[in-house]
């Protein structure tokens, strides 16, 4: 199983937008709606930011929203702050009851 | 509040073996299904491979790359998940982090709650 592919950086100013995708296949992230994103600062375990392809858990800002078309899924974070600079990974469930990460993606804030 | 807690890295020969272990608190551990992910220095997320609960069998599954010398075991009676690694060879240095989705989230999806992750450092 190959890992989804996500661009390996991602930058916008503060209050701005940024938009990151992660490509699967037609066996994961097309077939499943089981795509999630989680946020991972340096030295810190990676934090889950939206599950089940458009979910939020509690206490994940509502500037965090995730999409899907096809096999391609998008996490947005909306009016960037500092404290969202870090980096993202997406996940999706490739069936037989195996998961895979994305590539990751290190998102600036300029 | 969920709590995992791993332990059980270190320093290990090429071609040794470790037994890492994640003990967990917060939710109802039997009822869960637990998962390994590691993360090498500097790379990114690779998921590992999870257990079921005991009343979904108990079925472990693992990644390709770590099939043959990865077991993925659990204790209900101790609330403890543990990943025995053989042979270990210098490709497996990583921090080794345990996570769940609890018993809230979907299994197959949502990685909700982590450990700080315990290293392993192969030395050839």
């Known amino acids: 199983q190959s890992a989804l592919t996500q661009p390996p950086s991602a930058s916008g100013s503060p209050g701005q937008s940024v938009t990151i995708s992660c490509t699967g296949t037609?066996?994961?992230?097309?077939?499943?709606?089981?795509v999630s994103w989680y946020q991972q600062h340096p030295g810190k375990a990676p934090k889950l930011m939206i599950y089940e392809v458009t979910k939020r858990p509690s206490g994940v800002p509502n500037r965090f929203s995730g999409s899907k078309s096809g096999s391609t899924a998008s996490l947005t974070v909306s009016g960037l702050q500092a404290e969202d600079e870090a980096d993202y990974y997406c996940s999706s469930y490739a069936g037989n009851n195996i998961n895979v990460f994305g590539t990751g993606t290190r998102v600036t804030v300029l | 509040e969920v709590q995992l807690v791993e332990s059980g890295g270190g320093l290990v020969q090429v071609g040794g073996s470790v037994t890492l272990s994640c003990a967990a608190s917060g939710f109802t551990f039997n009822y869960a299904w637990m998962t390994w992910v590691r993360q090498a220095p500097g790379k990114g997320l690779e998921w590992v491979g999870r257990i079921q609960s005991k009343t979904d069998g108990e079925t472990t599954t693992y990644a390709a790359p770590v099939k043959a010398r990865f077991t993925i075991s659990r204790d209900d009676s101790r609330n403890t998940l543990y990943l025995q690694i053989y042979n270990l060879q210098t490709e497996d240095t990583a921090v080794y982090y345990c996570t769940t989705g609890g018993d809230w989230f979907d299994p197959y999806d949502a990685f909700a709650f982590w450990g700080h992750g315990t290293m392993v450092t192969v030395s050839s």
């Open positions: 037609s066996s994961d992230v097309g077939d499943y709606n089981y």
